[in-house]
């Protein structure tokens, strides 16, 4: 395995067979090896830095039937909310306040925000803050609407395409069609956004070889950002007696991201915090380095429930920024409050 590993460290890949073959066969010993070679490269690029986003869930009202999700339209038991612009922006300057310099809006696929009202939003946040980055988490959408978010400002998108595999993404998106997903995720990269992809782990019926192909499609595709995080089931949905993903198999997949895609922007998620009460410094000494604290407004906080006992609903957003901090430094890294761009992205060095 040593020798698998040192391979995928020097060329950044391997192929199909050989990615299972690593998967399968590590060992404890095997697994400390991957996470130190992740770590070595995580820091060769971004050093000691754990870049912050200020994550801001403006919508919990969704037309999708995501199977694992418990804001999926379906669940009648969802407590629905809408922040107003107003609410957005003091969220904002809340959050500038506290030193962020990068705004995730996310939410689910809300009919209520046309086009318009998402262009309004963008550029209220950019005339008031204009070094800030503003990164755009609401699904699918046409080319043409992403185009304009795109033009009002909007420099990130994150559309994790959830699983590689078309039959297991069918059989949890009864509502979705997997090759629209795929094709959202180039148009995104095509029009000049900073993009993220990424995927659950321990699905119900997902094997190692999904995630191989979960891989090799990010190895494809390049994104600038990958989101990978732990499936965490939700009471009130058809899954809630599934078993979930772990922190081990979410690490080791991180790691091994880290190292297919040295210079990617690889969030430890608040999925992997809510699985174990150190799962985000887990994360981050496999080798990510994003961390994305929540900036919404407490009262919704509990609301924006995608899977049960998510963290930190009660915390104030200077608490969370500050506990945020003490747990980066005491993993051994340093917050780093800049926009925090993918450095191949910042340095142009993408080719089209
Ligand atoms: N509507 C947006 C945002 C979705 S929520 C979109 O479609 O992209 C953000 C992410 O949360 C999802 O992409 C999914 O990967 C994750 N998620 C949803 N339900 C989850 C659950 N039960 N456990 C863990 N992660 C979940």
Redesign the pocket.
Known sequence: MKKLIDKLYELNNLDDKELLELLKGMNEEDIIYLKSKALEVRKKYYGNKVYLRGLIEFTNY?S?D?M???IQRGNSLADRYRLSLEEIMSACKMGYELGYRTFVL????DGYYTDDKIVKIITSIKNKYPECAITL????KPYKSYKEYYKAGADRY???H?TADKKLYESLHPTGSFENRIKCLWNLKEIGYQVGA?F?IGLPNQTYEHYVKDLRFLKELEPHMVGI??????KDTLLAKEKGGTVEMTTVLLSIIRLMLPEVLLPATT?LGTLHPTGREKGLKAGANVVMPNLSPISVREKYA??DGKICTGDEAAECRMCIERRINSAGFSVDLSRGDNILWRDRRYVY
Not at 106 to 109: A, D, P, V, Y
């Open positions: 969704c999708r995501c694992y999700c418990g996310q939410g689910g696929e988490s609401i699904g699918e994150l559309l994790r959830e990424g659950m995080g732990p499936f965490i089931p939700h999925a995608l899977y």
